[in-house]
């Protein structure tokens, strides 16, 4: 039985320490993630200043999640190549794009372009599993299960962090300031992914021992734990692409009418539903007057 020998650590400069990198890779993954997990507030603004039916924004998040989940193993690919910096600052630029453009789009195909394309695409290239891969290459094999833990966790902590947050925007503001803003945070990616960049020396190792997909569908299939990880992802997938933004939206429909956030274009457009003082979201593009 043949072993592989384990890969000679990198040579980095004297700041880019375990320690430093890890902390890092735990802001990309926060600032990354945490918007994402707000989108389900924007529902309710969104259709009412727009004019659309809640069709029109699932639309647009299906189609985000399924790019996101067939980007990503390209993604990987291109970031074992090339480094994972290159892919992370693009990725952010994509995913900020597709934020600020949201906040602008007015007609249908803008959003699925915006909310859906530019985002899905953004978020493969600079959510958690990229900067765990890079952890993954830059950090000393003792210090990679701990930064595999804390890099996800982040990204956990994000959602948690950015929720009250676009909370407290859309009511202080609007949803279309609120989307500026953190087009702005995802931006810090850029300076932040210069940290994780690696050496020459591990992409040219990278290319020199190439593997086809099928060679790796193979190997990852072959660890039961990788299926079950798989399978597990099914149940992530519903609570952040159905319940999160759905079960807002439920309970926006529920609160006081003081508590919905208020904007010039929204007041006229809120009527008396099941519950007084209740907005009610229109359920098509023509339930509303032009």
């Avoid at 039985?1 to 926060?30: E, F, H």
């Avoid at 249908?108 to 290239?125: K, M, P, Q, Y």
């Avoid at 962090?161 to 609120?178: G, K, M, V």
């Amino acid at each position: 039985m043949s072993t592989v020998a384990a890969p000679a650590p990198l040579k980095l400069a004297q700041w880019r320490t375990p320690t430093v990198l890890i902390a890092i890779g735990c802001v990309i993954a926060l600032i990354a993630f945490g918007p994402r997990s707000t989108l389900g507030q924007f529902l309710s603004p969104l259709s009412f200043d727009r004019g659309w039916g809640r069709e029109a924004f699932s639309l647009a998040i299906a189609i985000q999640n399924l790019l996101w989940g067939a980007a990503q193993p390209f993604a990987g690919a291109v970031a074992d190549r090339f480094g994972p910096m290159r892919v992370l600052c693009f990725g952010a630029i994509l995913y900020a794009t597709g934020l600020a453009w949201m906040g602008q789009a007015t007609t249908l195909v803008e959003l699925n372009l915006s909310a859906g394309v530019l985002i899905g695409f953004g978020l493969a290239g600079c959510s958690f599993p990229m900067v765990i891969g890079a952890l993954g290459k830059l950090v000393p094999e003792n210090w990679r299960g701990f930064a595999f833990g804390a890099g996800t966790a982040a990204g956990s902590f994000g959602q948690f962090l950015y929720s009250p947050l676009a909370a407290a925007l859309i009511h202080a503001f609007s949803w279309q300031t609120t989307l500026l803003v953190f087009a702005g945070t995802i931006l810090l990616v850029l300076p932040l992914s210069l940290a994780l960049a690696t050496p020459q020396s591990a992409s040219a190792a990278a290319a020199a021992k190439p593997q086809s997909s099928r060679q790796a569908l193979i190997e990852a299939f072959g660890h039961g734990s990788y299926v079950l990880l798989v399978l597990g992802f099914f149940t992530c997938g519903f609570q952040l692409a159905f319940v999160m933004p759905y079960a807002t939206k439920h309970r926006c429909r529920h609160a006081p009418a003081s508590h919905f956030p208020r904007s010039s274009s929204d007041r006229p457009r809120i009527r008396a539903g099941p519950w007084r003082g209740s907005p009610s979201l229109p359920r098509s593009p023509r339930a509303h007057a032009p």
